[in-house]
């Protein structure tokens, strides 16, 4: 088991309202990412952030919002709920460096948008 | 997008057999990363092979890569039911670093 946890576990919004999904990355990690992963798909990255600064953001429009605090902890915020935004959410934190980022995953957050 | 696309999608075998599993990629990648996932649970890292290296072994897991063909393989011998999941490659192109992933094999082993 890793360091990284998320919460809430599972969340239930109607379309239209705002959701704010929470991680806490790995002790001694400067980096976290997030990914929406829908039934049956791979993660699709959202962005990642690296000290507090957005590193690379995915195909996800304006309305998916993050940000990174000083002690490396991080939210998505997702206004304008849709139903398609119903999916796994997954951050990752990870030690960013030249080579390789390999990334370690939270538990997930289970969002259904009804 | 994805970028490294798995193969089989499913894959059903006893236990005590191999599995293997291809992924396959469209550009030329830094590193490419192995990951399991249980029943809709977080990723787990297995193995990272990077662009320059053709072959890697951790416990029962052997992976490959062939640069060329922009392939690489997953071998898990003498699989376990505790092997059942999906698992999923990623890759990371150019200058990014980040693990770009596929739509992931899923495998289960009956014991």
């Known amino acids: 088991e890793t360091g990284v946890t998320q919460s809430p576990t599972h969340l239930i919004k109607t379309r239209g309202q705002q959701v704010t999904l929470r991680c806490s990355s790995q002790?001694?990690?400067?980096?976290v990412s997030w990914y929406q992963q829908a039934l049956g798909q791979g993660p699709q990255f959202i962005f990642q952030?690296?000290?507090?600064?957005?590193?690379g953001r995915g195909n996800f429009p304006p309305r998916f919002s993050g940000l990174q605090f000083p002690n490396y902890s991080s939210e998505l915020n997702v206004n304008a709920l849709e139903l398609d935004d119903s999916a796994l959410y997954l951050c990752?934190?990870?030690?960013?460096?030249?080579?390789?980022?390999?990334?370690?995953f939270g538990p997930g957050t289970r969002l259904t948008v009804l | 997008s994805q970028q490294g696309e798995e193969d089989p999608q499913a894959l059903s075998i006893q236990e005590g057999e191999n599995a293997t599993m291809n992924c396959s990629y469209k550009?030329?990648?830094?590193?490419l990363q192995w990951y399991r996932q249980n029943s809709g649970r977080g990723l787990v890292h297995l193995i990272l092979?990077?662009?320059?290296?053709r072959e890697k072994h951790s416990g029962r897991l052997r992976v490959t890569l062939d640069t060329s063909k922009k392939s690489s393989s997953l071998l898990i011998t003498a699989s376990r039911a505790a092997d059942t999941a999906s698992y999923f490659c990623?890759?990371?192109?150019?200058?990014?670093?980040?693990?770009?992933f596929g739509r992931g094999t899923s495998l289960i082993v009956h014991p």
């Open positions: 990752a934190s990870s030690l960013l460096r030249a080579q390789a980022n390999e990334q370690f």
């Open positions: 002790s001694g990690h400067n980096t």
């Open positions: 952030y690296y000290r507090e600064e957005e590193n």
């Open positions: 550009t030329s990648i830094n590193n």
């Open positions: 092979i990077r662009s320059n290296e």
């Open positions: 990623a890759t990371d192109e150019g200058g990014s670093y980040i693990p770009t």
